[in-house]
Structure formats: structure tokens, C-alpha cells
């Protein structure tokens, strides 16, 4: 099977563990910073509007990128603090340290940090951990999805109008609008929606079938590189806003159930959430 070649294939780290083991590790270690450093004071700083970093991030990004440097010499990285590789140029570490920092910062606690592994932009491992409830959702390409030891499948509801849908607001004003739309669309139909502030969490939720669907109009590689692998793991699709799969450079994605993708995707024709919003990388 080409999926599990692909993952014969990754050298192990520099202490003979696999880069899932490896990945697992560094997230137990940087969510021990996360979780120790929650309800203390924090440094905050903008990147943008909005876009709030804490020095926690920048530490828990140091601390992942040395012991993954350390274990993987010769592989790239990319972080959400120091940026740095293509997520699409051979093997790249991918990771967010603190995905959910507005609620970090707020002490809201629904915060996770993310570590994949991709080679030339195929994801073939993923880590999202959750350091205040200790849940660690992974995947390796080809071999399942798992929340702690339990294996993972996304939704078998067919009704998209009873099912649990996340999304999460995007910086831009326009697009953030036109995501509300697709809710309007939907009310009062819509039983639950839930807008908690953690894509990587949403897309984790997804895996596990606390959510049924889950839509966002613009992410960045670090924040669905994981993600997206463990819907797929999970029996699930994960698509752009134009229907075709998904990459860690997507123009939108949507994670749901096939069933219930589908009819998301019909829904929604013509709005203008589905229409291209910029070029993909």
C-alpha cells in the first residue's frame, strides 16, 4: 500500500523512535508549558488585528523546534511564530504551539498545540494535543486516528440539520461575513453550532464525532496540517470550498462525513463563501 510505504520510509529520529513517538513526546513536553503557564500572567502582543501572540507561544515553539531539530536533523520546519520551510518542499515539520491563543490569553480554556509531519506537502503524521484535558488525537497516514488508545471514525448522522457544526471567524471582515451567511442559511434548521476558537480542535472534534461538520474560510498550514489528516483517518473527507481535497495550503476547508459533506457542499452552491477567495500556493 503507497500509504504505508510512505511511512516505511521516514528515518527515525536520532534516538530510534518514529516521528509519531517523536511527536507525541514533544507535545507532552511543550503541553506541560501550555498547562503549567495557563492561569499565570502572560505577555501579549498583537501581529495584526486580532492576531494575538503570548510569550508562552514563542516558548512552546522554541522548546518543539529544538527537541524536533534534535531528533530530525535533516528535516525542515515550519512554526506559526518563526515561519521558516515550505510546508510542500520534502520533509517538513509543521506545528502551532498554541493554537487558540485569543483563548489562552483569556483563560478560556479550549486551546491545543498541533505537530505534523508532511513530505512534499502529504501529510503523513499528525498530533493535536490538548494539555488541559489531556487528550492527544493522532494519526499516522494509512493506519487510523486515535484519541489516546481509542480509535476514532467521524459521524454516521445523515441529517445535517441535527448535527453539531463548528466554525471559527477568520481576520477578514468580508470573509467572516460571508461564513455567517452560510449560518443564516441554515437557521432555525440548524440545531447547534458551536464557534469555540480552536480550528485545530474543531477539525480534532470532527475525528472523534463530537462534531458532525466543520468549516473555515481561511487557515494556515499549521493550523489543519494535523487535522485534516485525522478526519481522513477517521473515515471522514476534508475538502476546500470547492470540493476538491484538501492541502495544508487550501483556499477554505470543510471536514465533515461524506453524507453530510455532501449535502453542506449543495447547500451552499453559489453563496459567496464558496468562491475563490485567493490563489493557492
Not at 524536533?68 to 510542500?88: I, T, V
Not at 470547492?242 to 495544508?248: E, I, S
Request: proline letters at 3%; hydrophobic letters at 40%.
Amino acid at each position: 500500500m503507497k500509504e504505508n510505504r510512505l511511512l516505511d520510509d521516514i528515518p527515525l529520529g536520532t534516538s530510534g523512535r518514529t516521528a509519531l513517538e517523536v511527536a507525541k513526546d514533544a507535545a507532552l513536553q511543550a503541553g506541560q508549558l501550555l498547562a503549567d503557564r495557563f492561569y499565570g500572567a502572560k505577555e501579549i502582543s498583537y501581529k495584526g488585528p486580532g492576531d494575538v501572540v503570548t510569550d508562552v507561544d514563542k516558548a512552546a515553539e522554541v522548546m518543539l523546534r529544538a527537541i524536533l531539530a534534535r531528533e530530525f536533523p535533516d528535516m525542515g520546519f515550519l512554526g506559526e511564530e518563526s515561519a521558516g520551510d515550505r510546508a510542500d518542499q520534502g520533509y517538513v515539520w509543521i506545528v502551532d504551539p498554541v493554537d487558540g491563543t485569543r483563548n489562552y490569553a483569556a483563560g478560556i480554556p479550549f486551546v491545543s498545540l498541533v505537530i505534523g509531519l508532511a513530505l512534499d506537502g502529504e501529510v503523513l503524521v499528525g498530533v493535536t494535543y490538548d494539555p488541559l484535558l489531556k487528550e492527544m488525537f493522532h494519526a499516522q497516514r494509512g493506519e487510523g486516528a486515535y484519541l489516546n488508545d481509542t480509535r476514532l471514525h467521524v459521524t454516521d448522522s445523515t441529517n445535517l440539520g441535527e448535527s453539531v457544526i463548528g466554525m471559527d471567524l477568520s481576520y477578514g471582515h468580508e470573509g467572516s461575513l460571508h461564513a455567517l451567511d452560510i449560518v443564516k442559511s441554515f437557521w432555525p434548521e440548524l440545531w447547534t453550532l458551536r464557534i469555540m476558537g480552536s480550528s485545530a480542535l474543531g477539525l480534532s472534534y470532527v475525528a472523534a464525532g463530537r462534531y458532525h461538520l466543520y468549516f473555515h474560510g481561511h487557515l494556515s498550514p499549521w493550523d489543519q496540517v494535523a487535522g485534516m489528516l485525522l478526519v481522513e483517518e477517521a473515515g471522514g473527507v476534508v475538502t476546500d470550498r470547492h470540493g476538491k481535497r484538501a492541502t495544508v495550503y487550501s483556499d477554505g476547508i470543510i471536514a465533515s462525513s461524506k453524507t453530510l459533506h455532501n449535502q453542506f457542499m449543495r447547500r451552499t452552491d453559489g453563496m459567496e463563501w464558496r468562491k475563490p477567495t485567493r490563489a493557492t500556493a
